[in-house]
Antibody, heavy 119, light 108 residues
Framework: VQLVESGGVVVQPGGSLRLSCAAS????????MHWVRQTPGKGLEWVSL????????FYAASVKGRFTISRDNSKNSLYMQMNSLRTEDTALYYC?????????????WGQGTLVTVSS | EIVLTQSPTTLSLSPGERATLSCRAS??????LAWYQQKPGQAPRLLIY???NRATGIPARFSGSGSGTDFTLTISSLEPEDFAVYYC??????????FGGGTKVEIK
């Protein structure tokens, strides 16, 4: 299993960003996928999940209405569109594979992509 | 939202000693709790799921127990590579999926 995130940059408050995660080594369409973020101050925070076909998505309250998770099974890719970014969204963002189709544990993680929201 | 409280914040032990880490949930999560290990500069690694099941490739010195609101991760005899930060995570009552604040196991 390999998960490779990209797209993290420095962005101004109020700005937008799209994160990507390229998956390989497993049957991508069989699994729920997640975004999890980590900050020194707040530790690990689950951000969002998407089921195997993209028909069901869930979000943490802190990002609901601003972030949109999506996937393209034909490209083995996961995405996170991040709008109206705030300084508190500054974090290392991990793409994580669910342990099963919908077990809601994370058994594989990427190395993360750093998002910095600052003026 | 389920709040997970981990204790202690830091555990100072020597190699070969037994480590006992605690995770307490603000309400019952049944047995739907996992433990992760994170080393500096690395992503977390799944150790235990459903409170007591070892993930693939995890050594037998790692064990988990508990149900409801009180959970324990035990490392029976610390190896040098076990010094790290450990997090618990629940899926018993979601969304959101939540993590504890972590316990750092450091070399005494």
């Amino acid at each position: 299993v390999q998960l490779v995130e990209s797209g993290g940059v420095v962005v101004q408050p109020g700005g937008s960003l799209r994160l990507s995660c390229a998956a390989s080594g497993f049957t991508f369409e069989d699994y729920t996928m997640h975004w999890v973020r980590q900050t020194p101050g707040k530790g690990l925070e689950w951000v969002s999940l998407i089921n195997w076909d993209g028909s069901s998505t869930f979000y943490a309250a802190s990002v609901k209405g601003r972030f949109t998770i999506s996937r393209d099974n034909s490209k083995n890719s996961l995405y996170m569109q991040m709008n109206s970014l705030r300084t508190e969204d500054t974090a290392l963002y991990y793409c994580a594979k669910d342990k099963t189709a919908a077990g809601y544990y994370f058994d594989s993680w990427g190395q993360g992509t750093l998002v910095t929201v600052s003026s | 939202e389920i709040v997970l409280t981990q204790s202690p914040t830091t555990l100072s032990l020597s190699p070969g000693e037994r480590a006992t880490l605690s995770c307490r949930a603000s309400q019952s999560v049944s047995s739907y709790l996992a433990w992760y290990q994170q080393k500096p500069g690395q992503a977390p690694r799944l150790l235990i799921y459903d409170a007591s099941n070892r993930a693939t490739g995890i050594p037998a010195r790692f064990s988990g127990s508990g149900s409801g609101t009180d959970f324990t991760l035990t490392i029976s005899s610390l190896e040098p590579e076990d010094f790290a930060v450990y997090y618990c995570q629940q899926r018993g009552n979601w969304p959101p999926l939540t993590f504890g604040g972590g316990t750092k196991v450091e070399i005494k």
